[in-house]
């Protein structure tokens, strides 16, 4: 056992053995062996379930504990013949063996059995065709041979088991030989038979034809007595003949019959007289022709097209075809309605009305004569009803001035067709025929730009060729219709009507319009603003908006646009807005120029007494030396270098020195100024004074030299030295 606890077991091998060998002869005993072999833990009563199948079809199945079976085919046949396999079941496990091919050949011949050897001429008889060791389905075939000719096959039958029993009918008279053979279908395609025995058939001929006589003539009158008679010369037993036309028994008799009837319209055609025995039938034909005394009544009605109110005439006639027999005074005529007689004459007249509608036929007799009464065709009588006066509409109901429209002219009472004509004030004229319920006589036409051209509108409505026309005016439009006057070009005004406008006052801008349909739309636009101001509508051929307060930014471009129910939108021209400043303003504004002016005025004068100043005081302040250039520079390099030394205890004195760009000499250093020279200062500390040198200011007061350049970069000598 497993691990589990569950059997463990294992299908090594199947094998099918067939017996005697793979292909015998039809008749052999056949046994095919099926044997398995199974590996298990010493499974007790280990059960096997064997499936044998022909061509993938079961044909067998068992269970058992045995491990093996035999399956026999006691004799096999060539049905039996296709690929054989055997699958076996264990649990749940199976498998299946090799396929094996088993061909069974051979068929056995049939047997053919007739009830009848000597049949009448197309009399039925039984015949039987068998196989009786055969299986499966097979299909048997019937041959008839002369004694010169090949053989024909007379017929086909299935059958699902190995005989086949139908009925032969032979016409031809004389002898032949019948026999028969069949054939099987399998896999691997169709096999033959051998034909059977013959057997000798011989036909006698069955002469049974009919007699037929008809008296007076086969061509007679109505009313004339026809005699037919049909009979069996020489027949045999239990025959019968029967009189027909037309598919219709007229009578029926065994081995004759006499048929007497009157002659009527309708009587023409063939009769045929047939005789049958048993299944064996044989026919003799007559062609009999009646002629008409008079024609079928027709039945005329006067005037075609009939009115409510209008009066009718019904007349009812014939054609006389033998007048030697019949005239008018034999005739007699009725007319009915509905199948119920109004009247015993030729005509019928009255007035139309709902009541006399209907259908009229008329019906026409022979007085003491046994010719059938005839009837006419039917005439359907329905009184029209006149058209009434149209009535003029517009389509949708709403008309536009200006645009294009459609009409429709209708009447509520009239029989159809109705032929409608609108005339317009164009002088074109339009024509629609209105011959179907629901159709509508609708017109397109053109635009017209005032109400009174909708007078000039008629529609002409008629049903009948002898009426004259109903008419309807357009003056109905007027009253049904609603009429919308397009806008005309809006005008746009300001108020006040001045040029510009101050800061701060109000302004109202007034759109109008000459004619148009109330109510109308009016929108306001400022051209450099995107949007609308603002939209009103009015009751009024004009719209205003104000403008509150108007500054600076309102300004510029205005224009208004208009419209109204017809949906054309118009616009006006544009009206400038000019904005002064307020007066205030301008007040603000001159107070605010004199007090600038008089600024500019006072900076100048502080200026030019500032610069006399400065240059006083720069003279006063200027060290003027006696040496040389480059002592001067020097004695300057040497303060600096020496007041960089010192303490700023010892710091007494500050000299400012302005220097300006230039070459120098060879040994001086040179300095850059922008353009426009400005002074630049350096505070330099000074130690005790030199005797050598000129007298200076002492103590710590700041001394400032000012230097200007020349043209050529030089310095000039300041004034008074």
């Known amino acids: 056992q497993c691990a589990s606890g569950q059997s463990s077991y294992i299908i090594d091998t199947v094998g099918l053995t067939i017996l005697p060998s793979s292909t015998v002869q039809s008749g052999t005993p056949v046994t095919l062996h099926c044997k398995v072999s199974v590996s298990h833990d010493n499974i007790p009563h280990l059960t096997h379930t064997f499936q044998l199948k022909r061509d993938d079809v ?9 491990d093996s079976i035999v ?32 061909d069974v050949t051979g068929l056995q011949t049939p047997v053919l059995y007739l009830n009848k050897t000597t049949p009448y001429e197309s009399e039925e008889f039984i015949a039987t065709c068998s196989a009786p060791e055969e299986k499966g389905s097979l299909i048997f075939r019937f041959y008839q041979r002369f004694r010169t000719g090949e053989p024909h096959k007379i017929k086909q039958s299935a059958s699902t088991g190995n005989s086949s029993e139908t009925t032969l009918v032979l016409r031809h008279v004389g002898d032949s030989f019948l026999y028969c053979d069949y054939e099987i279908n399998l896999l691997s395609g169709t096999r033959r038979s051998n034909h059977s025995n013959e057997i000798q058939v011989i036909v006698k001929g069955l002469y049974i034809s009919p007699v037929m006589n008809v008296l007076p003539s086969t061509k007679v009158f109505e009313g004339d007595v026809i005699e037919v ?24 008799a065994p081995v004759s019959l006499i048929h007497r009837f009157t002659a009527q319209e309708g009587d ?4 045929v007289c047939k005789a049958e025995w048993g299944n064996v039938q044989k026919e003799t034909y007559q062609t009999i022709t009646v002629k008409e005394l008079f024609s ?20 009812c006639s014939v054609s006389i075809y033998v007048p030697e027999r019949i005239n008018n005074d034999t005739m007699q005529f009725s007319i ?18 709902s009541q006399k509608n209907g259908n009229y036929t008329c019906k026409a007799s022979l007085k003491h004569s046994s010719v059938k009464e005839k009837e006419s065709q039917t005439v359907v009588v329905k009184a029209k009803v006149p058209v009434s006066a149209p009535k003029l509409s517009v389509v949708g109901g709403t008309l536009v001035l200006g645009k294009r429209f459609q009409l429709l002219c209708h009447s509520d009472n009239g029989t159809l067709p109705i032929v409608y004509n609108l005339h317009s004030p164009d002088k074109l ?13 609708i017109f397109n036409s053109s635009a017209i730009y005032k109400n009174s051209d909708l007078n000039n509108f008629i529609c002409h409505a008629k049903n009948s060729q002898d009426r004259p026309p109903m008419v309807g005016t357009g003056q109905q439009l007027l009253r049904s219709s609603s009429i919308i006057e397009p806008v005309s070009k809006p005008v746009l005004t300001m108020l006040p009507r001045m040029g510009d406008i101050s800061e701060g006052q109000d302004v109202t801008l007034v759109c109008s319009v000459q004619k148009g349909t109330l109510p109308i739309s009016f929108t306001w636009y400022h051209a450099e603003t995107e949007g609308a101001l603002a939209s009103q509508t009015s009751k009024k051929l004009e719209g205003s908006y104000k403008i509150d307060n108007i500054r600076g930014e309102h300004q510029g471009l205005y224009y208004c646009v208009s419209t109204n129910p017809a949906n054309e939108t118009k616009q006006s021209h544009t009206v400038t807005i000019g904005v002064k400043l307020a007066d205030w303003k301008k007040g603000l504004i001159v107070v605010f ?4 002016i008089l600024a500019l005025i006072l900076v100048i004068i502080l200026k030019r007494h500032l610069l006399q100043f400065k240059r006083k005081r720069t003279g006063e302040l200027s060290v003027k030396s006696a040496s040389t250039k480059t002592e001067r520079l020097s004695l300057t390099q040497a303060e600096v270098n020496e007041t960089a030394n010192v303490t700023p205890g010892m710091m007494g004195k500050s000299v400012w020195s302005e220097h300006v760009s230039g070459s120098e000499s060879d040994d001086q250093n040179s300095v850059t100024c922008p353009e426009k020279p400005e002074p630049q200062y350096t505070e330099v500390q000074t130690r005790q004074a030199d005797p050598n040198r000129a007298p200076v200011k002492k103590g710590t007061d700041t001394v400032y030299s000012e230097v200007r350049n020349s043209k050529q970069g030089v310095p000039e000598q300041a004034d008074g030295v």
């Open 593 to 596: 120029c004199i007090l600038l």
């Open 336 to 353: 009915y309605k509905d199948n119920v007689k109004l009247i015993s004459a030729e005509t019928y007249v009255t007035v139309a009305d």
């Open 268 to 271: 023409s055609g063939e009769l």
């Open 71 to 102: 399956y026999e085919l006691s004799p096999a046949r060539a049905a039996d013949s296709g690929s054989y396999e055997c699958r076996v079941t264990v649990k749940d496990k199976n498998k299946a063996s090799f396929s094996q091919k088993l």
């Open 429 to 441: 004229t339009q024509h629609r025929v209105v011959g179907k319920p629901g159709e509508l006589a």
């Open 229 to 252: 008679v049909c009979k069996v010369v020489s027949p045999p037993k239990n025959i019968d003949v029967f009189l027909t036309r037309d598919r219709r028994i007229l009578k029926q």
């Open 296 to 315: 079928k009544p027709h039945l005329t009605v006067e005037p075609i097209h009939i009115f409510l109110g209008d009066s009718f005439k019904l007349t």
């Open 58 to 66: 079961s044909i067998y199945s068992t269970t058992t504990t045995e």
